[in-house]
């Protein structure tokens, strides 16, 4: 679930695996990762293609595995 600053919430399938896999290809959390992550997620889900919202799904995209990736390092360093 994605949760955009105006409280929108949006299910989006596939995430996790998405994550999960870049995450063990060693990927890190940049605009190119980023961008796999939505032509990923395209395959499984509706992207509005407004420019606004895919700038929005983005930024969200980018927060979401930059915490996915802190959490994997967290974890592993304990």
């Given at each position: 679930?994605?949760?955009?600053?105006?409280?929108?919430?949006?299910?989006?399938?596939?995430?996790?695996?998405?994550?999960?896999?870049?995450?063990?290809?060693?990927?890190?959390?940049?605009?190119?990762?980023?961008?796999?992550?939505?032509?990923?997620?395209?395959?499984?889900?509706?992207?509005?293609?407004?420019?606004?919202?895919?700038?929005?799904?983005?930024?969200?995209?980018?927060k979401e595995y930059g915490e996915y990736v802190?959490?994997?390092?967290?974890?592993?360093?304990?």
């Amino acid at each position: 679930m994605l949760k955009f600053p105006d409280g929108t919430q949006v299910r989006v399938n596939g995430l996790s695996e998405i994550l999960a896999d870049l995450y063990s290809q060693g990927k890190q959390a940049n605009r190119e990762t980023i961008e796999e992550i939505m032509m990923r997620l395209e395959e499984k889900n509706h992207i509005p293609l407004a420019e606004g919202i895919r700038n929005e799904y983005r930024h969200i995209l980018l927060k979401e595995y930059g915490e996915y990736v802190e959490s994997r390092a967290d974890h592993h360093s304990t």
